[in-house]
């Protein structure tokens, strides 16, 4: 279990640092995500359908049979004419693909098999009918769908030489795409704060750049805090592992206070300024510290408290939940002696 959990530290350290980087409004370890559902969708589709004809042998069918009657991942050994001099070359992907026509000189309709290795004319090709790659559909598109003299079957090409895909090597795309798929998942829902709780309970314990107010000669025992700030009553985000302190606010009400620098690179070049005193201001009576345990995030394993309290630094209050985390068992247990402290202090109120 204390594997899983470091493993799950590692991931909610690696989303965490890949969120800052978007590509195309979108934070990248969420393309991983959009990756990983590819591959287990594409792959379990083909898989699937080549299920049905592994390990039996090829349907035997003509050019006109095929063109009627043929369907995507299908096994078949197709009879016709080869014409060799309708070769057609696509470079599609940086590889060069060498693609020559079965025929049917009546109806001058034709099938693109791609070929293996150096042209050839036989009577019968083997393989396994493929989507046409939409680069090669273009390049037929531009040209009306026609190869020399022959209208070309777009429905499918058929892959000389391929066979259907072994249904228990979907296993390999599981494990290389749905394990990462799985942790980045988790780690999303837990919002990258991977803390284990131990079995042991506790009682009640407690504006734009300008949240000023904060009283300096606050003491506080040093911890980070995983969880939501605000800096104003518009401006607020989640943040993880940093450094906070417990201050009284000049209006007498507990808070949770960091100075940090969250300013946001724009697309166009510019800065949005979110740099400041970022808060969460406690609900007289409503700290609680729920549990102790440890959270982990990279190679980071630090003793930590779970807390929950009425946060009212939003124009409405609402529930928080938050992490904070201590270099040390002892700063944990100044910690929770404060936090207890200003419960029932703010209790009394």
Same mark, same amino acid.
Not at 328 to 347: D, F, H, I, M, N
């Given at each position: ?16 640092? @890949? ?61 016709? %004419? ?104 988790? %780690? ?56 906070? @302190? ?16 969250? %300013? ?48 009212? %630094? ?36």
């Amino acid at each position: 279990m204390l594997l899983f959990y470091r493993l799950m530290g590692w991931v909610a350290f690696l989303c965490a640092r @890949m969120s800052r980087y978007r590509v195309n409004g979108i934070p990248s370890h969420f393309w991983i995500i959009i990756a990983c559902l590819t591959a287990l969708g594409i792959g379990g589709d083909v898989q699937r359908r080549d299920a049905a004809a592994y390990g039996k042998p090829p349907v035997p069918m003509t050019l006109p049979q095929a063109l009627a009657g043929g369907a995507l991942n299908q096994y078949v050994t197709v009879t016709g %004419s080869i014409d060799g001099s309708a070769t057609l070359v696509s470079r599609g992907n940086g590889d060069q693909e060498l693609y020559e026509p079965i025929v049917d000189p009546k109806t001058r309709q034709a099938l693109l098999v791609k070929r293996q290795g150096a042209a050839l004319t036989p009577s019968a090709v083997t393989g396994v009918f493929r989507q046409v790659p939409s680069d090669l559909y273009g390049h037929l598109k531009d040209n009306n769908f026609l190869l020399g003299p022959y209208t070309v079957n777009t429905g499918f090409e058929l892959d000389e030489g391929d066979k259907p895909i072994d249904p228990r090597s979907y296993l390999i795309t599981v494990l290389v795409a749905g394990l990462p798929l799985t942790l980045i998942l988790l %780690s999303v829902a837990q919002k990258h704060i991977i803390f284990h709780r131990t079995p042991r309970t506790f009682g009640a314990a407690g504006r734009e750049q300008g949240n000023s107010a904060v009283q300096e000669d606050a003491l506080s025992p040093p911890m980070r805090l995983s969880g939501r700030l605000a800096l104003g009553p518009k401006t607020a985000q989640r943040f993880l592992e940093v450094p906070v @302190m417990l201050a009284r606010m000049e209006t007498g009400k507990e808070a949770f206070v960091s100075r940090i620098n969250a %300013s946001i690179k724009q697309a166009n070049g510019s800065i949005q300024d979110r740099i400041g005193l970022w808060i969460a201001v406690i609900e007289d009576g409503s700290l609680r510290v729920e549990g102790e345990g440890t959270l982990y995030l990279g190679r980071s394993i630090r003793p930590a408290l779970r807390i929950r309290y009425t946060d009212i %630094s939003a124009p409405k209050p609402a529930q928080a939940v938050a992490i904070l985390s201590f270099e040390s068992e002892a700063e944990r247990a100044a910690a929770l002696e404060k936090l207890q402290e200003v419960g029932r202090q703010t209790a009394r109120a």
